[in-house]
């Protein structure tokens, strides 16, 4: 499987046309950094979805080969699919249970790994 995805790198969504290829590739070539070296490596990822586009399978429901997202004209960075982190509710009795939670589990952890240290040069007992 390829691991870049030439519907997500243009922003369009899966199984766009040519059509739809050329307007998102006309779009990202206007929002290339400013750094060449950067631009360059972006223009070529660029051509490369392009031109995959262009010669992938006449049925693109049918390929398995591409792995598919929700890729919007929205999406920011050329193929990339990055949501906004979403801050859940901050629960304070839910952080001090974990919090003791994580130090009985190190004590323990700790604990065992001293016993391992201490039993490894003692012999079994004789019969």
Known sequence: M???NPYLILGIPFGAGRAE???AFARRVRSLPADPVEAR???TDLTWALQRIDSGPPQP???LGCYRLPAGPGTDEPGVFAPPPEPGPYDEAAVAAALARLRVDAAREALR???AERSAGIS???P
């Open 2 to 4: 390829e691991d870049r």
């Open 21 to 23: 290829a050329n307007a």
């Open 41 to 43: 490596a972006y223009q």
């Open 61 to 63: 429901a049918a390929e």
């Open 113 to 115: 790994r001293r016993l």
């Open 124 to 126: 079994p007992p004789a």
